[in-house]
């Protein structure tokens, strides 16, 4: 049986707006889920996902300071450091608002939106938490070494884009989980000057 639970029509126009274009985007990318180029990258994508992004993170720190890279034990620092924050960030949105993933759309014809209420998987599609892992990561490395920071940034944009046709995603959750990855890193990047700012007195 269809459920179809909008946001409500008080909602502001932009916001339902967004939603359309959502709902519309997400049922054209169930006609290409399951195809075997989309399933590879989004099985890729999996190394977004928290347990590999800290266990890179910790092998970035532990090599710097192995071989004594200090621009590498850095990276690696500020890599864990903006993670733990964009996650921080995305759990307790996660919880704020249940979402059913756009798969649940596809296969169960079924769509809710509204207080958080659930702690499963399926109504956890906003935001997206690979994405702002991914956009943290990746913004704390090119801020350390100018040279990756290209690279760096195309891994967390193709992260992010492979979420849509794999259905784990609407476009707004992966643009409400890049904000998150860029502002973790601002509020990195804040607490390192207060840190610096304290430690020259």
Same mark, same amino acid.
Request: hydrophobic fraction near 50%.
């Given at each position: &049986?269809?459920?179809?639970?909008?946001?409500?029509?008080?909602?502001?126009? $932009?916001l339902?707006? +967004?939603?359309?274009?959502?709902?519309? *985007?997400?049922? =054209?990318?169930?006609?290409?889920?399951q195809q075997?180029? *989309?399933?590879?990258?989004?099985?890729?994508?999996? &190394?977004?996902?928290?347990?590999?992004?800290?266990?890179?993170?910790?092998?970035t720190?532990?090599?710097?300071?192995?071989?004594?890279?200090?621009t590498?034990?850095?990276?690696?620092?500020? &890599?864990?450091? $903006?993670?733990?924050?964009? $996650?921080?960030?995305?759990?307790? *949105?996660?919880?704020?608002?249940?979402? $059913? =993933?756009?798969?649940? +759309?596809?296969?169960?014809?079924?769509?809710?939106?509204?207080?958080?209420?659930?702690?499963? /998987?399926?109504?956890? /599609?906003?935001?997206?938490?690979?994405?702002?892992?991914?956009?943290?990561?990746?913004?704390?490395?090119? =801020?350390?070494?100018?040279?990756?920071? +290209?690279?760096?940034?195309?891994?967390?944009?193709?992260?992010?884009?492979?979420?849509?046709?794999?259905?784990?995603?609407?476009? /707004?959750?992966?643009?409400?989980?890049?904000?998150?990855?860029?502002?973790?890193?601002?509020?990195?990047?804040?607490?390192?000057?207060?840190?610096?700012?304290?430690? =020259?007195?």
């Amino acid at each position: &049986m269809a459920e179809i639970d909008r946001l409500p029509s008080d909602a502001p126009e $932009t916001l339902r707006a +967004l939603e359309d274009v959502d709902i519309a *985007v997400a049922q =054209r990318a169930a006609d290409v889920q399951q195809q075997p180029l *989309v399933r590879w990258l989004g099985q890729a994508s999996e &190394m977004a996902d928290q347990p590999p992004l800290v266990a890179i993170s910790l092998a970035t720190l532990a090599a710097g300071l192995l071989l004594r890279r200090p621009t590498v034990a850095i990276a690696g620092a500020r &890599m864990l450091a $903006t993670h733990a924050v964009a $996650t921080g960030i995305k759990a307790q *949105v996660k919880r704020a608002v249940d979402r $059913t =993933r756009p798969y649940v +759309l596809a296969e169960e014809n079924r769509y809710v939106v509204r207080k958080g209420e659930e702690n499963q /998987s399926r109504f956890n /599609s906003f935001p997206s938490g690979h994405t702002a892992g991914a956009v943290a990561v990746a913004q704390a490395i090119a =801020r350390t070494h100018t040279p990756a920071a +290209l690279p760096a940034r195309l891994w967390a944009a193709a992260i992010a884009l492979v979420q849509i046709p794999r259905c784990a995603h609407y476009p /707004s959750d992966v643009a409400a989980g890049a904000a998150i990855g860029f502002g973790a890193d601002g509020l990195v990047r804040l607490a390192e000057r207060r840190l610096g700012a304290l430690g =020259r007195r």
